[in-house]
């Protein structure tokens, strides 16, 4: 499996940006795939993700509300909607994707999603500036 990740850039508070992963080789049945972000002196951190299956979605406290997670399965593309970028924001943003047997629960789901140590297939990271 290899993900690209793209459409970081420079934003301005309030602002909004997308980025783009765009998946290849995948054989597995079922996908777990997640955005995590990386700031300076930071530990990553899991931002958002989407099952490959059933569509269910995470997005952690700090970004509920104003980020979205999606998916193109036609494309093989997961897409993060990133509006009411706050300074705070600024950070690498890495898409990451995760395989195991499809279970059906969320809380499952959830522990595959927050978990970077659950992913096993990263892309090189994008970055993302907030600032005026």
């Known amino acids: 499996v290899q993900l690209q990740a793209s459409g970081g850039g420079l934003a301005q508070p309030g602002g909004s940006l997308r980025l783009s992963c765009v998946g290849s080789g995948f054989s597995a049945d079922y996908y777990y795939i997640g955005w995590f972000r990386q700031a300076p002196g930071k530990e990553r951190e899991g931002v958002s993700c989407i099952s490959s299956k059933d569509g269910s979605t995470y997005h952690a406290d700090f970004v509920k509300g104003r980020f979205t997670i999606s998916r193109d399965s036609a494309k093989n593309t997961v897409y993060l909607q990133m509006n009411s970028l706050k300074p705070e924001d600024t950070a690498v943003y890495f898409c990451?994707?995760?395989?195991?047997?499809?279970?059906?629960?969320?809380?499952?789901?959830?522990?595959?999603?927050?978990?970077?140590?659950?992913?096993?297939?990263w892309g090189k990271g994008t970055l993302v500036t907030v600032s005026s």
């Open positions: 990451a994707a995760g395989s195991a047997p499809y279970t059906g629960s969320y809380s499952v789901f959830l522990t595959q999603c927050t978990s970077r140590f659950a992913m096993d297939y």
